[in-house]
């Protein structure tokens, strides 16, 4: 039998198994694994040279239960109803487990954005917010950035929100440039709590992340910057890989200096002395600590059994299968979930919509700090869960922990006659 590789079927299977240690009717854990809805458009835009295209695009709106709907848009030729189905859910149980108050959104474009200039990734990015505009808001639906997408796409759908609506909404999407209203430490919050996952994980399990040896899969926004401030707490970032391949120096990498070669040459193949390394290369190398930064599926059940990491922390969204779980707590590999360990992304979304609703603006250690605080409060809770109701991974913990906290706001709302 193939492996079962539909992410918004590995996403029903997680709240499955954590479903079984929580306190809750079986129809709101039904709930509790489907988006409230679905926008699938086909949206018409101009190519340079005249002609119209129309391409795919999806928002999901998974749960309102806690606050308005979350989650950023992705430009990837891999968008599928089903994966931005995915991706909802996992941001609720994300806002969630770190007691943001938001519920789980997701969008995305079917495009590969290399294909267009920035005058046809514009009016495109303009279409789609056109589209969004009757279902956004700023406490309804609160885009932000994912794979692909940047400052300069959240500006956009800003700017054709609020000359729409004919207001000023900066808090109606987050991840905008500082002058736009977006927050100090978003750009590298990401990946900054990704980094103190791995710090938290390293200290429970009384081990030294100074010293550490650490591979990198995916030299993105989330990679990247994990890479650079794991290395700030003394790991040791021997392998690093984006989609052209991986890298590997035993006596360690620069992930600074790695990330300006990339820049510059677009890959980071080709960094320095680094031996050329595939991917599955590097998901298998024997290191300490293993950061997944790519997109969903990048370790299935047969890569897991070689894998020969003793700590996984998820940067990407989804990068194991439900296969590849079980082979992995069979081995004893502790996985940092993705909901937990990227949610830093979000959490300084949500100082950014503090900050826009508020107006008025932090500084960069206040976000950093507030950061730390949630993300720290955040592990001692799913410790606490695993701990104390014997649940098999740190993944099932962090969705008891977030399944809870949705079921008693869905409860406390009350039903309708
Ligand atoms: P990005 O586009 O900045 O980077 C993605 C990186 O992955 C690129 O370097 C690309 O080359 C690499 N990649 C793609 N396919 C690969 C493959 N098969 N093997 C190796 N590398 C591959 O995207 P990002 O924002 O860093 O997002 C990466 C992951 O982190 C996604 O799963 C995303 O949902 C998740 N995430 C991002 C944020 C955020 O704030 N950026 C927040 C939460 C979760």
């Not at 589209?131 to 309804?140: A, N």
């Not at 959240?154 to 700017?159: F, G, L, P, S, V």
């Not at 200096?257 to 390394?277: L, P, R």
Request: hydrophobic residues 35%; aromatic residues 8%.
């Amino acid at each position: 039998m193939t492996e079962q590789t539909n992410p918004f079927e590995s996403f029903q299977e997680q709240v499955d198994d954590a479903a079984a240690s929580v306190d809750a009717k079986d129809g709101v854990i039904t709930r509790l694994k489907n988006p409230e809805r679905v926008l699938e458009t086909n949206l018409t835009f101009e190519r340079d040279d005249g002609s119209l295209e129309t391409v795919r695009a999806y928002r999901s709106q998974f749960n309102g239960d806690r606050g308005p709907y979350k989650g950023g848009i992705r430009y990837h030729p891999g968008v599928t109803r089903d994966e931005v189905k995915a991706l909802s859910g996992w941001m609720a149980y994300k806002c969630a487990v770190v007691d943001v108050p938001y519920g789980g959104g997701k969008g995305g474009i079917a495009i590969d954005p290399s294909d267009y200039s920035e005058s046809e990734l514009e009016r495109l990015t303009r279409s789609f917010a056109k589209e969004l505009r009757p279902i956004i808001g700023e406490d309804r639906d609160i885009p932000a950035p994912d794979v692909n997408t940047g400052q300069r796409e959240m500006n956009w759908i800003k700017d054709t929100y609020e000359t729409l609506e004919n207001t000023t909404a900066p808090g109606v999407i987050t991840g905008k440039a500082i002058d736009s209203g977006g927050s100090e430490g978003r750009v590298e919050a990401t990946g900054r709590s990704v980094a103190l996952a791995a710090r938290e994980t390293f200290d429970w399990l009384d081990r030294d992340l100074a010293g550490a040896s650490v591979a990198v899969q995916g030299y993105g926004n989330a990679g990247s910057v994990a890479a650079a401030l794991i290395d700030e707490l003394g790991g040791n970032v021997v392998a690093v890989s984006d989609s052209s391949g991986g890298i590997h120096a035993p006596e360690g990498l620069d992930p600074r200096a790695v990330k300006e070669h990339k820049t510059e040459t677009g890959a980071v193949s080709g960094y320095g002395d680094a031996a050329s390394i595939t991917n599955e290369e590097l998901l298998t190398m024997d290191v300490d600590l293993l950061v997944p930064a790519a997109l969903e599926n990048a370790i299935n059940g047969d890569l897991a059994a070689d894998v020969a990491a003793d700590v996984i922390v998820e940067a990407a969204n989804g990068p194991l299968t439900p296969r590849a779980d079980d082979v992995l707590v069979e081995n004893g590999v502790h996985v940092v979930p993705d909901i937990f360990a990227n949610a830093g992304g979000v959490t300084v979304s949500y100082f950014e919509w503090v900050q826009n609703r508020q107006r008025f603006y932090w500084t960069e250690s206040r976000v950093n700090e507030e950061l730390e605080r949630i993300i720290t409060e955040a592990f001692d809770g799913i410790i606490d869960a695993y701990e104390g109701r014997d649940v098999r991974d740190l993944r099932t913990a962090a969705y008891v922990v977030a399944i809870g906290r949705i079921v008693d706001a869905y409860g406390q709302a009350g039903s309708w006659p």
